[in-house]
Structure formats: structure tokens, C-alpha cells
């Protein structure tokens, strides 16, 4: 018998969003078809609300939704439209009556915006606080003035600075409130891994938290030093062997501080760790040690002009010797030599 094959379900879905940047919602479009830009009403866990389709309508494996699908009701008609503009121009007038109200109140608490759902049936508020708020007597007091369900939403300082928008310190428009549709893990380990100074001042944003955008490039940081020399390395340069003081990921090149104290920049790719001394002999250039004041067969393994077999040095010794041997390559000076 041949083996019964499964086919995955296909579900056909539209895209919606209720507010601008904001996340996109999978919405069963019923057979119709939609297209980007239209406004469709929807049924949704807080009631009928209003949306603009970011999403033509298009096929998806349904193991790939993460929520029940809920119906699109209908295109929005011209009057439905006409009375969302309308609400959505007492949004800030109902803001400021509700500030007043909360001052009366005496709640710690700080509005941020005021929004109305397309036909008015529900008006909520968003705010921040340090700490839970009891408003339920504010919430008593502003269903009695304006006369619809009153909802108030604490919002955390990203959320409110998603909602306000802003100018970022980059000199653009905040990514949260421009196109990021849900905030990511961003942690000091990541300002870390680029080597960015570790002040609040600079590596925060408008809302207070770490900038969004220390993730962006993040994993780039990770992979790249993988194949670049560590802080602390000794390294063989054009102008010496030195050790690694910085790595430059964006230049792809490491500051290199030699013998004599002087910093230089190389790039990553012309630097090689010092090899390994070989039995006996010379750890930088491989010359072999003499005995006795005879040469132990060969010069030096890395072009040394040898003499009698040792390191390139004048007879006696190299003129960068210290007393006891070779400064530039550590071959010891042997007796009679």
C-alpha cells in the first residue's frame, strides 16, 4: 500500500491594521476579496471596530495563524467613514476633559491620548503610571459626561512614545512610531557587543529604555568577531608584533599597541597571530639556538642574513641586542659568539 500523503490546510485571510505602525491582524475576509487601502469593519474580541486592510486578500497555511480567525463584516460605506472622522476630531477635546477630571481625582497618573472606536460605542484612555491606579470612580464620572462605554488602558513608557511619536536622536522619525509593529528584546549585552560607551545618555531613547535599534545590527557584531582577533591578542603587523587594545567591527580593522607604546590600525585581514617557537629556537623568526658557539645547522627560518648559522645579527650580537641576546626575535647570545 503507498503511504497516505497529508495535505496541509489552506485558509484564505486579509491583513488589518487599527492603527498606524501598529500590529496586523489576520481577519477571514468570507469570499470577498479586498485590496490595500480599503477600510472593512470587523468583529473583534472588544466588539465591531473599523480597520484599514494592509494585506490583500491571500492564501496561508492555517498551522501558520497564531489566533482564531475572526470574520470581516463589510467594506466600510461612505457614512461609516464620515462619522470615524468625526469621532476621531473629539479625540483631543475628550483628552482634555478627562486630564481635568483626573486632577479633581487626585490620581497619579498621566494621559497620553484619547481614542474613539468608528461609531463611538466605546472611548478609551491610555495612561502611564509608576504604580496601579483605582479609577473607578473617574471611570464612573466620565461614562456619565460623555455618555459611552469609558475603557482606561495603562501603557508602558515604550507604548507611549509608539503613540506620541517623535524625533529619535539619529535625527528621524522614532522607528516605533513610524514601522515597528511589536517592540523586540533589546539588552546592555548587546551595547556591549558593539563597544558602545555603556552612558544612559547614549545608548537611550525618547521613552527612557535602550534605543530599539542596538538589535538591529547585533547579530552582524557577533558573526564578525567571530573570524577577528580578541582584545589581548598579540598579533605580527607590517610595523611589528603588537597586542590587540580595540576592535573596529564597522571599519573591519583592530588597533594594535607595539613594543614601542605607538597605536596603529591595521586591517583585520593583514594581521596573523605570532607562530609557535619551535624546539629550541627562535619564537619569532624560528632561528635555531647555537651551542657552544656553533651553529646548530641553518639560519634563521624567517630570511635572517645568518652568520654562522644564527640570527641575523652582526658578529657578536645584533645591534638591537640587549645584553643577554636578540631584541627583535630572543635568540640568546651564546658564549664565544
Same mark, same amino acid.
Given at each position: 500500500?503507498?503511504?497516505?500523503?497529508?495535505?496541509?490546510?489552506?485558509?484564505?485571510?486579509?491583513?488589518?491594521?487599527?492603527?498606524?505602525?501598529?500590529?496586523?491582524?489576520?481577519?477571514?475576509?468570507?469570499?470577498?476579496?479586498?485590496?490595500?487601502?480599503?477600510?472593512?469593519?470587523?468583529?473583534?474580541?472588544?466588539?465591531?471596530?473599523?480597520?484599514?486592510?494592509?494585506?490583500?486578500?491571500?492564501?496561508?497555511?492555517?498551522?501558520?495563524?497564531?489566533?482564531?480567525?475572526?470574520?470581516?463584516?463589510?467594506?466600510?460605506?461612505?457614512?461609516?467613514?464620515?462619522?470615524?472622522?468625526?469621532?476621531?476630531?473629539?479625540?483631543?477635546?475628550?483628552?482634555?476633559?478627562?486630564?481635568?477630571?483626573?486632577?479633581?481625582?487626585?490620581?497619579?497618573?498621566?494621559?497620553?491620548?484619547?481614542?474613539?472606536?468608528?461609531?463611538?460605542?466605546?472611548?478609551?484612555?491610555?495612561?502611564?503610571?509608576?504604580?496601579?491606579?483605582?479609577?473607578?470612580?473617574?471611570?464612573?464620572?466620565?461614562?456619565?459626561?460623555?455618555?459611552?462605554?469609558?475603557?482606561?488602558?495603562?501603557?508602558?513608557?515604550?507604548?507611549?512614545?509608539?503613540?506620541?511619536?517623535?524625533?529619535?536622536?539619529?535625527?528621524?522619525?522614532?522607528?516605533?512610531?513610524?514601522?515597528?509593529?511589536?517592540?523586540?528584546?533589546?539588552?546592555?549585552?548587546?551595547?556591549?557587543?558593539?563597544?558602545?560607551?555603556?552612558?544612559?545618555?547614549?545608548?537611550?531613547?525618547?521613552?527612557? /529604555?535602550?534605543?530599539?535599534?542596538?538589535?538591529?545590527?547585533?547579530?552582524?557584531?557577533?558573526?564578525?568577531?567571530?573570524?577577528?582577533?580578541?582584545?589581548?591578542?598579540?598579533?605580527?603587523?607590517?610595523?611589528?608584533? *603588537? /597586542?590587540?587594545?580595540?576592535?573596529?567591527?564597522?571599519?573591519?580593522?583592530?588597533?594594535?599597541?607595539?613594543?614601542?607604546?605607538?597605536?596603529?590600525?591595521?586591517?583585520?585581514?593583514?594581521?596573523?597571530?605570532?607562530?609557535?617557537?619551535?624546539?629550541?629556537?627562535?619564537?619569532?623568526?624560528?632561528?635555531?639556538?647555537?651551542?657552544?658557539?656553533?651553529?646548530?645547522?641553518?639560519?634563521?627560518?624567517?630570511?635572517?642574513?645568518?652568520?654562522?648559522?644564527?640570527?641575523?645579527?652582526?658578529?657578536?650580537?645584533? *645591534?638591537?641586542?640587549?645584553?643577554?641576546?636578540?631584541?627583535?626575535?630572543?635568540?640568546?647570545?651564546?658564549?664565544?659568539?
Amino acid at each position: 500500500m503507498s503511504p497516505v500523503t497529508s495535505v496541509e490546510n489552506v485558509v484564505t485571510i486579509v491583513g488589518i491594521r487599527f492603527r498606524p505602525a501598529g500590529r496586523i491582524y489576520h481577519f477571514d475576509p468570507f469570499g470577498q476579496s479586498y485590496t490595500t487601502g480599503q477600510y472593512v469593519i470587523v468583529e473583534t474580541v472588544r466588539g465591531t471596530e473599523a480597520g484599514r486592510v494592509v494585506i490583500a486578500s491571500k492564501k496561508m497555511a492555517e498551522s501558520d495563524l497564531t489566533d482564531p480567525l475572526k470574520p470581516v463584516l463589510r467594506l466600510a460605506n461612505e457614512d461609516e467613514l464620515r462619522m470615524m472622522l468625526s469621532f476621531k476630531s473629539k479625540e483631543k477635546d475628550a483628552l482634555v476633559q478627562c486630564a481635568q477630571q483626573v486632577t479633581q481625582h487626585r490620581l497619579p497618573m498621566k494621559l497620553v491620548e484619547a481614542e474613539y472606536t468608528f461609531d463611538g460605542s466605546r472611548l478609551t484612555f491610555y495612561f502611564t503610571a509608576d504604580e496601579r491606579v483605582d479609577f473607578r470612580a473617574l471611570v464612573r464620572d466620565l461614562a456619565a459626561t460623555f455618555r459611552t462605554r469609558i475603557e482606561l488602558r495603562q501603557i508602558g513608557a515604550r507604548d507611549q512614545a509608539k503613540l506620541q511619536g517623535g524625533v529619535g536622536p539619529c535625527g528621524k522619525t522614532l522607528c516605533c512610531s513610524s514601522w515597528i509593529t511589536e517592540f523586540g528584546v533589546v539588552s546592555i549585552k548587546m551595547a556591549k557587543e558593539q563597544d558602545l560607551p555603556l552612558n544612559p545618555s547614549k545608548i537611550s531613547g525618547v521613552c527612557g /529604555r535602550l534605543l530599539c535599534c542596538l538589535a538591529y545590527e547585533n547579530d552582524n557584531y557577533i558573526q564578525a568577531k567571530q573570524f577577528m582577533p580578541q582584545v589581548g591578542t598579540m598579533l605580527d603587523t607590517p610595523s611589528g608584533l *603588537g /597586542r590587540v587594545v580595540s576592535i573596529n567591527v564597522p571599519k573591519e580593522s583592530v588597533e594594535v599597541m607595539l613594543e614601542s607604546g605607538a597605536i596603529i590600525q591595521v586591517p583585520a585581514g593583514r594581521v596573523d597571530e605570532p607562530k609557535e617557537s619551535t624546539k629550541g629556537g627562535c619564537g619569532s623568526c624560528g632561528a635555531k639556538k647555537v651551542s657552544a658557539g656553533k651553529p646548530n645547522g641553518g639560519g634563521c627560518g624567517s630570511g635572517c642574513s645568518s652568520q654562522k648559522g644564527g640570527c641575523g645579527c652582526g658578529k657578536g650580537g645584533c *645591534g638591537s641586542c640587549g645584553s643577554g641576546g636578540c631584541g627583535s626575535c630572543g635568540v640568546k647570545r651564546s658564549a664565544g659568539f
